[in-house]
Structure formats: structure tokens, C-alpha cells
């Protein structure tokens, strides 16, 4: 073989190993790449169902808070409308008392008049 040939073949082998080492690397980076995908996918993956504890918590105590005020509001609602049903049979009472004394009581709000009429708050 004389100098012509063996830097052909040193030449042919320099772009082998030159451009194979170009793929090899672009495929490792590609490699990287995919497994750097796959890890947060999974990471994920596996933080979801805590994630979903963690919601479910927070919507669990969210349901008794209001449950709890829903409760105390009904308690209140309960309370007031016995008042409202109190004070109408005093303000009746009354205002037959002043009937039967022949004196006439001033009209009542219309909402009042609303309230004897249906007993509806």
C-alpha cells in the first residue's frame, strides 16, 4: 500500500467514526431526553393520587364547615320565624284589645297584612 491508500483508508475511517460519533451522541441526547420525559411522567404518575387525598381533604372539610353553618343558619331561620309568629298573634291580641275598646288602631305595614293573611315569612 503506498501513502495515497492508507490516507483514503485513514480518511474513510475518520468520517466513519467522525459521523458515527455524531449519531451516537445525537442518540444519546435523544435517549436522555426520553427518560428525562419518562421520570416527570411518572413523578406525576405517582404524585396524583396524592394530590387527589389532598383535594379530597380540602372538600371534605369545606362540606362540614358548611354543614356546620347550614345548621346554625337553620337554627337562626327556626328562631326567627317563631319570633315573627310570636310578635303576630301579640299584635293581634292587641289589636283586638283595641277593638273591643272601640279605638281604632293605625293600618298595619303591608307586609304585616301579608304575613296574617298567608303566614308565609
Known sequence: MNVGEWAAI??????????????????TRDAARATAAATEAAARANAAPAQQAANLAVLEATVRRVDEENGQLRGK??????LVRAFSWSQDRWLRQMQRAEMEPEPAHPLVDEFNRTGVL
Do not use: D, H, T
Not at 12 to 25: D, E, P, R
Not at 77 to 82: K, P, Q, T, W
Open 10 to 27: 485513514i480518511g474513510a475511517a475518520g468520517s466513519v467514526l467522525g459521523g458515527g460519533g455524531w449519531f451516537v451522541s445525537r442518540a
Open 77 to 82: 331561620m327556626f328562631r326567627l320565624e317563631a
